[in-house]
């Protein structure tokens, strides 16, 4: 899928799922991190990413996860 839609973030977010299950924490964070630099709107998406991973974060209030994901909240 990424082959063919290189710059799909919804395709990109379901490759740093894979990458965080597969313990692949530093590339799965940075994959997410460009998901939600991309296109803000999408760091909601992104915050549920890392707190359903098993080996992801857990965000309690916006802020964080927006400094964490390198955007600004609003």
Do not use: C, I, W
């Not at 990424?2 to 490759?15: E, I, K």
């Not at 803000?40 to 991973?53: D, E, F, T």
């Not at 080996?55 to 390198?70: E, I, L, P, V, Y």
């Amino acid at each position: 899928m990424l082959a063919q839609y290189p710059d799909d973030r919804s395709v990109r977010a379901q490759l740093a799922t894979s990458l965080l299950e597969q313990g692949e924490r530093d590339a799965g964070e940075a994959a997410l991190r460009a998901v939600a630099r991309g296109q803000p709107q999408l760091l909601g998406r992104a915050a549920v990413v890392m707190a359903a991973s098993s080996h992801g974060r857990f965000f309690f209030d916006q802020n964080a996860a927006a400094k964490f994901f390198g955007v600004e909240s609003g």
